[in-house]
């Protein structure tokens, strides 16, 4: 009973955007610390000391980049459809500020896998560019995005923008399987996914580490960078309020003098 | 609110709203032209890619069209009415869609056969390719019903109407061009069929939930 109120009661402070700034300044350090840690050591690994491929050699590196960019990509998109669907049943303004801080860092790192996939394209494939299943899903999946982007422009009322942007990712979510499978077993020239929850890799250990080590960087790189867009966010929108100003000017204003 | 009432409203509109229907129609036989004139002269290119442009047309018209859904009903304020006094405004929006499907995707079932034609698509696809339209069009008109929707209150919604409902309309062109180039390559498109008809009960189950409360966002109720 205890934890079901502690529990409810957090629910109900996170609805407040004051509560969530003034919770998430140590969030936004530790997230960028550990980012730092392991994107950090896991580049050097991978970059460096990884073993060589026996068929890419030194070109299948790029992987260290382009997979943790992929995943989280598509992870930013799934949570922006939670934060959508908390927005839309609970009506929690900190849900809306969550979506307006996923769509760029979610835009740029679809941008960097679809990079990063046609620099590894070319001396795998032979080509900078395929009309490959997994290639499709996920210019989908940055079509999707700046969908969102551009609604969120186009309307001007920031309780009808927050509840369309709302919807508008939720739809998307419920469609990103199908969206994913239909191009998937379409003719599909890229290799199966190398590391997945319920199969052992296909790599050696020496190759796959530095990659998750590389993923869960970027899983708290993404963490830090959306916290610290959300509170960004937070302070625009209640810069009229007593407690930003507060915070901006910590000592109490004397009027007339000077 | 009857059924049959609703039903019979929004038809009298479709069928004497008569522009709204033929328009969009017509510049799907005018992009089949365009198409035609353009590709090389050998008729054996036209019918490999016929497959896939004659989903692309269907795709672009149907977008065409879906942004005159809600339009009209909007402008003059019938709409909020609906939304409000409806005993149950899913059933007004599903009753909507479902006229909206007759006056394009069904039409475009109807006109396959001279698509078909016009593309250099052999004889033996044309059942198959109507059947596959039976099966896709309902899934695109909706799910482009949630993205009317969300833009009916914008002045110009036409490019963002695209924007967030081309990517969704995704999976239906993937097995809507495979299906009709396995059938004019001799292999039976019974699977992608399926794929359709699923893809079409998927949009049934979310598309009607996300219009209505698409509407209500956009009325601001």
């Known amino acids: 009973m205890a934890l079901k109120q502690t529990l409810k009661e957090l629910w109900h402070k996170l609805g407040s955007p004051r509560w969530f700034y003034q919770i998430s300044g140590p969030w936004v350090t530790g997230f960028g610390v550990l980012a730092l840690l392991l994107l950090g050591s896991g580049i050097v690994w991978g970059l460096a000391f990884a073993p060589p491929d026996y068929q890419q050699g030194n070109s299948f590196r790029i992987m260290y980049v382009h997979v943790p960019a992929a995943m989280v990509a598509q992870s930013v998109y799934i949570s922006m459809g939670i934060a959508g669907l908390v927005l839309f049943v609970w009506r929690m ?97 890229h290799q199966p996914a190398s590391i997945t929850l319920t199969e052992k890799p296909t790599m050696p250990a020496e190759m796959w580490l530095p990659l998750l080590v590389m993923v869960l960087g970027m899983y708290f790189f993404a963490g830090h960078n959306i916290i610290t867009r959300m509170r960004l966010e937070i302070l625009r929108r209640e810069s009229g309020t007593r407690w930003v100003r507060n915070l901006v000017l910590p000592e109490p204003t004397v009027k007339g003098s000077g | ?189 019974n699977a992608q069929l399926y794929w359709l008809a699923f893809i079409s009960m998927v949009a049934l189950l979310i598309g009607p939930f996300a219009t209505t409360a698409g509407l209500k966002i956009s009325l601001q109720l």
Not at chain 1, 115 to 140: A, I, K, N, Y
Request: charged fraction near 10%.
């Open chain 2, 1 to 189: 609110m009857n059924l049959s009432v609703l039903f019979l409203r929004e038809w009298r509109v479709l069928i004497r709203n008569r522009a709204a229907m033929i328009n969009p129609i017509v510049f799907m036989f005018l992009a089949v032209m365009l198409f035609a004139v353009g590709s090389p002269l050998q008729d054996n290119t036209r019918a490999l890619y016929g497959g896939a442009v004659l989903w692309l047309i269907v795709l672009l018209t149907n977008m065409l069209s879906l942004d005159s859904l809600f339009r009209r009903d909007f402008d003059n304020g019938t709409l909020e009415q609906m939304m409000v006094t409806a005993d149950l405004p899913l059933l007004a929006v599903l009753v909507k869609i479902v006229v909206q499907w007759l006056g394009t995707g069904f039409l475009m079932v109807l006109l396959s056969p001279l698509l078909c034609l016009f593309l250099g698509l052999p004889g033996s696809a044309i059942v198959k390719t109507a059947l596959l339209l039976l099966a896709g069009t309902p899934a695109l008109s909706l799910l482009g019903a949630v993205g009317a929707a969300m833009t009916v209150g914008f002045a110009r919604g036409g490019v963002l109407l695209g924007l967030l409902v081309l990517p969704l309309f995704l999976p239906v062109l993937v097995f809507g061009a495979s299906g009709v180039s396995s059938e004019v390559a001799g292999i039976s498109a």
């Open chain 1, 93 to 189: 303004k900190v849900a809306d500020i969550a979506i307006a801080a996923c769509l760029p860092f979610g835009i740029m790192l679809t941008a960097l896998a679809l990079f990063s996939g046609g620099v590894w394209g070319r001396p795998t494939w032979g080509t900078w560019w395929e009309w490959d299943g997994r290639t499709v899903s996920t210019l989908v999946l940055l079509f999707l995005y700046i969908g969102i982007f551009a609604l969120r422009e186009a309307i001007l009322d920031s309780q009808m923008r927050a509840r369309a942007s709302a919807l508008v990712a939720m739809v998307g979510t419920i469609n990103i399987p199908i969206i994913k499978y239909s191009v998937d077993w379409w003719h599909t020239l």
